[in-house]
């Protein structure tokens, strides 16, 4: 291991023991002194999983409910098939899927990108003067095609021959020789229309980017099962909605799954350290959050669980759904989802409802 390795970890342990120390109120929560030490050594908990579980505020009995991402994954890629993984993986593919299975998912209207056709539904455009021919005036959304976790996204307005895209300004051939420039770090970018909340959504927000439900289903038998699900709540101008641990400065906020209700809101008052707190209400607009009923709910669920029966030997699916006023559509779907942001949000651990329900 590498000397600012060494450093990280050692700086993660000192963050995580005195938070631990901080929480001592009485003579039971002794244990809590070597807390995050026992939370690595017995469950494979580590420093930052021990502040963004808040394991210092939970009995200890629970600690090995909570499960860490990476093992898990390592199972969900055990009883996955190949097939199943490559649909879910190569956004290209997946929509292909969708659309062939009547799904509703946000339209790839084409790549950017220097390979050739593969002979798909999806243009390939390769010069300024094929991509001019479908960015009409209009939003646009472009997404690395092997990007996750809102990386290399950016959005595009076109006002008549102007494009305005990542603060710059432009013509169509400045704005292309951007996307060329993007393409060093991807085989293709993906265009897509920018899809915009229900007005119940942006009513809590305010925000321009696109806050979106994460549902996680299981396949048990020939049923599919919701096992949990939440918001992720955009906090001010950011264009994507990823929580990351609270780093991001976004909200997570647990539903009812059966009804589709918000029934917590949790957040990091901290952006370099999971602090983790309850919010009532958006910290930028104010409004309520908690107890807001999210719109389309039963059609969500029916959404995931028709896409879900799609596609044979996945068993478990992490799915990002976008509730638009026109109702929900699937932005992606994921195999190998991370379970953290479902404890966050529910403050429990998943164990017991993975290994009740991932059933193979």
């Known amino acids: 291991m590498k000397l600012s390795r060494v450093a990280e970890v050692l700086s993660d342990y000192a963050r995580a023991e005195m938070y631990a120390l901080s929480s001592i109120r009485k003579l039971s929560d002794v244990h809590l002194i070597w807390g995050p030490i026992h939370a690595r050594t017995a469950y494979g908990i580590g420093a930052k999983d ?33 097939e199943a993984r490559q649909i879910a993986d190569d956004k290209s593919r997946f929509f292909e899927h969708c659309h062939a299975h009547g799904i509703r998912t946000i339209p790839i209207l084409a790549l950017v990108t220097k390979q050739p056709s593969n002979g798909g539904i999806i243009p390939h455009l390769n010069s300024a003067a094929e991509l001019a021919r479908v960015l009409v005036p209009g939003q646009y959304f472009f997404k690395p095609s ?15 021959t102007t494009f305005h895209w990542a603060g710059n300004s432009g013509s169509i051939d400045e704005f292309f020789a951007y996307c060329q420039s ?44 919701v096992i949990g699900s939440c918001l992720r709540i955009i906090v001010g101008d950011s264009e994507t909605d990823n929580f990351t641990h609270g780093s991001s400065g976004n909200l997570v906020g647990a ?32 409004k309520t959050i908690v107890g807001v009923q999210l719109p389309y709910w039963r059609e969500v669920v029916e959404l995931v669980t028709k896409a879900h029966h799609s596609i044979e030997s996945l068993y478990t699916v992490g799915w990002d759904v976008a509730i638009t006023d026109d109702g929900p ?11 953290d942001i479902l404890q966050v949000a529910y403050k429990k651990g998943y164990r017991q409802g993975i290994a009740e329900n991932l059933v193979v």
Not at 56 to 67: F, G
Not at 188 to 202: S, T, Y
Not at 214 to 224: A, H, L, N
Request: charged share 25%.
């Open 182 to 225: 993007a393409l060093e770090f991807t085989r293709a970018l993906i265009v897509q229309p920018k899809m915009f909340n229900h007005q119940v959504i942006r009513n809590i927000t305010q925000a321009k980017g696109l806050s979106t439900v994460r549902i996680c289903t299981v396949r048990k038998g020939g049923e599919i099962k």
């Open 50 to 82: 021990f502040s963004l579980y808040r394991l210092a505020s939970t009995p200890k009995k629970s600690w090995s409910d909570y499960l860490i991402n990476e093992p898990l994954k390592a199972k969900y890629a055990a009883i996955t098939s190949k």
């Open 329 to 339: 559509v699937i932005v992606e779907a994921n195999w190998r989802y991370d379970i």
């Open 146 to 160: 092997n990007g996750s976790h809102g990386k290399g996204t950016f959005s595009l307005r076109v006002e008549g």
């Open 255 to 286: 539903i009812d799954s059966d009804t589709g209700e918000l029934i917590g809101v949790r957040a990091s008052r901290s952006r370099t350290w999971p602090k983790m707190t309850d919010v009532l209400a958006h910290p930028r607009t104010g």
